[in-house]
Structure formats: structure tokens, C-alpha cells
């Protein structure tokens, strides 16, 4: 009895250690499995260096897209960006204007931001803020996709996961961040928002009068109709007679730092 009893016995502590060592190890391995998470902060260098190579400048301009429409919804078994021209029927279920549902204007003003010799330079920094106050850091090595589509699926991304990363690197060239806007710009900065009811202003002649010492932040709307609330803004001023595009706007204002700095 003494036998059967030792070997009952035997198999009970023999398991008992084989388990508690593995899990150990499993223990142990979670913070190195997340030790990457650590280089975030690396992120704030990444604008050091262009995507020529070349090492860049502190960013001399800062674009704050404000009211972009980026909105998520399940249509059918796929969660969609809402837009007017496939989901016309989603959005009128659900009492919404088909109209306002534009993000191909956000898209259109990212590419001319972000394919400006300006960017390249690494002397341009971007925000979006959308419709629903989500705030977003894009980073100036991002290169946004052309096509529309792939586009949406971007931001259907972004949404979710609340940032993405590079495919090559830890770098986040998507991300959500915190509010306010005003905690992410230089203290010295100088706002301006830009609209057709402001003060009209001609661009070659504005930006060597704004001083060499602050930081140069422009706000424009990314929206269909209206003008962008930015309370936040210290002037707001029209860069041209007429009614531009968010994205003609955009362009016009790069080319005009890109003539004052010297940039190629």
C-alpha cells in the first residue's frame, strides 16, 4: 500500500513543476515582447531625416486640417468610411446628410500637403482633427495612397487601431493623440485660420512680413460648405479674391514658402 501510494503521489509533484517553470518564462518574455513599445518616443525624431535622406529642419510650418469627415460605419459585414457617393442610402437611414460625407476632401488636401517640396524638405508638420474632435499626428515621411479607395481603408485603420505604423520600422506615421491642438504647438506659434471671409492678403507679400522667430501654424477647414471653428486662431485671413478649394488653398500657401525659403 505504501507503494501504490508513493507512485500515486509521484505524478501529482512531477506535473506541478513542469507547469510552473513555463509559465515563468511566459512571465518573463511579456516585457521583452513589448520592449519595442519603448522606442515610440523616437518618433518625434523621425522628421530628422527626408525621405531623400537629407537631414531636415525643424518644421518652419504647421497645417491643422480641421472638421475632416471621417466617420466609420458597418455596412453590411464591413465597417466602411462613410462617404456620399457609396453609402447614400446608409446615411440617410441614420438621418444624415449624404453631402457632408466628403472625406475625399481630407484626402485631397494630405496629398497636396504631403507631396510639397516644403514636406520634402522636412520643414511641414500636419494635424487633422475630425468632425467628431478625434485628433491625428501625421508624420512627414507617410506617403499617402493615391487612389481613393485604398485611402479609406487607410483611415478605416486608423480609426480602429489608433494609429499605424511603418512596414519597415517601429515609426507611427498615423496616430491618434490627445486634445487640444494648442498642447501639440510651439508656445511661440503664431494661428492663422484660413477663409474666404477673412482678411484678403496677398501670399507673396504676407509671409516675409510674419516674423523669423515663431512658428507659423495654419488652420483650414477640410469640409464641403462652411467655414472651420478654430477659436483657437489669432487671425484669419484670405489668400485669394475667390473661393478656393481647401486643397487650391493649400497648394498656394507651399508654393509661397517654398519661394520665400529657397526651396527647389
Known amino acids: 500500500d505504501k507503494r501504490s501510494s508513493l507512485a500515486f503521489n509521484m505524478p501529482k509533484t512531477a506535473p506541478t513543476a513542469t507547469i510552473k517553470k513555463p509559465k515563468k518564462l511566459k512571465e518573463r518574455a511579456t516585457p521583452a515582447e513589448a520592449a519595442p513599445a519603448v522606442e515610440d518616443p523616437q518618433v518625434a525624431d523621425a522628421p530628422e531625416h527626408t525621405s531623400d535622406g537629407k537631414v531636415a529642419k525643424q518644421p518652419k510650418v504647421i497645417v491643422v486640417l480641421e472638421g475632416a469627415c471621417l466617420e466609420t460605419g458597418k455596412v453590411g459585414k464591413d465597417h466602411v468610411l462613410l462617404n456620399c457617393d457609396d453609402h447614400q442610402g446608409f446615411l440617410r ?3 444624415r446628410d449624404p453631402a457632408e460625407s466628403r472625406p475625399d476632401i481630407l484626402h485631397q488636401m494630405m496629398l497636396i500637403l504631403l507631396d510639397s517640396p516644403l514636406n520634402k524638405a522636412g520643414l511641414l508638420k500636419l494635424y487633422v482633427r475630425t468632425a467628431k474632435g478625434v485628433l491625428i499626428e501625421v508624420s512627414p515621411q507617410i506617403r499617402i495612397p493615391r487612389t481613393f479607395k485604398r485611402f479609406a481603408g487607410l483611415m478605416v485603420q486608423l480609426l480602429h487601431k489608433l494609429s499605424i505604423r511603418a512596414a519597415n520600422g517601429p515609426h507611427k506615421l498615423l496616430k491618434v493623440i490627445k486634445n487640444p491642438i494648442v ?3 510651439p508656445p511661440n506659434a503664431r494661428i492663422t485660420l484660413l477663409s474666404v471671409t477673412g482678411r484678403l492678403v496677398s501670399v507673396p507679400k504676407f509671409i516675409p512680413s510674419l516674423p523669423e ?3 507659423h501654424v495654419y488652420v483650414a477647414g477640410a469640409l464641403a ?3 472651420a471653428e478654430a ?5 484669419c485671413i484670405a489668400i485669394s479674391q475667390y473661393p478656393l478649394s481647401g486643397a487650391a488653398a493649400l497648394g498656394r500657401l507651399c508654393s509661397g514658402y517654398e519661394n520665400q525659403l529657397g526651396i527647389l
Open 231 to 235: 477659436q483657437y486662431a489669432d487671425e
Open 93 to 95: 437611414k441614420h438621418n
Open 225 to 227: 460648405h462652411g467655414k
Open 183 to 185: 498642447d501639440h504647438l
Open 213 to 215: 522667430d515663431v512658428t
